[in-house]
């Protein structure tokens, strides 16, 4: 089986691979509210498996405050009752709720994490994306002023990824929608995304549809015309008007978006899976937006699979964990147009999703990649393990075993906090 899954993953090497985005870095700017300090909670989005516990996709609640009695173990959980794939998740603009989704629908489930961070409820489920905008498989959700603007895979149609955005009020209330451009360069698929308000530009990446990205991988890269159905654009879009205007040619599957939080910056940095590349989007002299490949992740000829990357505060060092080898590896960004790797360590037989603290003192790693795609017998590790970073080495502090708990795949990760939403005194 293992043989077979690496056969599967070289075989995709004209095609691409997904994932999206997690810490405390990599929020939307409209975010109101940032953990500066020690974050008490990570709440996991974790994908259900038939046969596990409820079997149900579920919000898992980790206790990961080191002063706490129950440091390192799940606290709390709340089930959706279906299986739909869990991916990403995504806090309105005030923090005070959390919009998740899965890939093999369109609904999205609202979580309130305000009224209780130690236990957060299920509050509404907002069912309409496919009938409104005729999009399918919610991805990224990120915050605006108000509202959330919400990238697809694919589309209810024919699930190819031609896909878009839609925008809906934190209320739940659908307000807008907007194609991936397919023309022009396009390819109209769709992935990640994230805004430069300083520039008044939103970037999104691209990946492929629902009629890829749920089949079992060894039976998609036997299809020779599915396999053609990948992404290979960036786009650069008027934030304002949410208009595109310029495709980017990056190939090889441009992942997640990072622009960097240092406010001398104009610059963002992706990684193309199947490349093992990194990407620098940054506006030239002249205002034109350019992308430039930056750098090498690991040895693109043994597919490592790049699949999360987390940008530090002050932009100057990057986090990236590959797939199939189970390393993260750390970045010396100091120079964007030259990223050297510094450190790398192996932090399990399959890694996925990684998530920092603010002060980068602290890092969150994940397993699950996509249930058809993840690794089988022992090395379908699923867990979530948290490690200090002290500079030069990661040590780990703890780990849960989502199979052994009997919860699932584990899969995003938000952070949480009581302290944002304590009362001020005599109030």
Known sequence: MQRLHCFAVAALAGAAFGTAYADETCNSPYISKLIKGQEDYVYVWTLGVEGLGDGSDKL?????NPKSKTYGKVTHTVSTGTRAEAHHMGFTDDRRHLWAGGLSESRIWVFDIAADPAKPKLVRTVSDLGDKSGFLGPHTYYALPGRMLVQALSNTKDKSGKTGMALYNNQGKFLDARPMPASGGGDGYGYDLAV?????????SSFTGYANYMRPLGELIKDAEAMKNFGNTMVVWDLKALKPQK????????LEIRWSLNPKDNWAITAAALTSKLWLVRQEASGEWSAKDVGTIGDPSQIPLPVDISITR???GLWVNTFMDGKTRYFDLSNPEAPKQTYEKVTGKQVNMISQSWDGKRLY????LLANWDKGGADNEQFIRGFAWNGSELTQKFEVDFTKEQLGRAHHMKLGSRALYAKPKGG
């Open 60 to 64: 898992v609640t980790v206790d990961v």
């Open 314 to 316: 002050d932009g100057k």
């Open 196 to 204: 430069n308000p300083k520039k008044n530009v939103l970037l999104t």
């Open 365 to 368: 790693i994940t397993s699950s």
């Open 247 to 254: 495709v980017l040619s990056v190939p090889g599957a441009p």
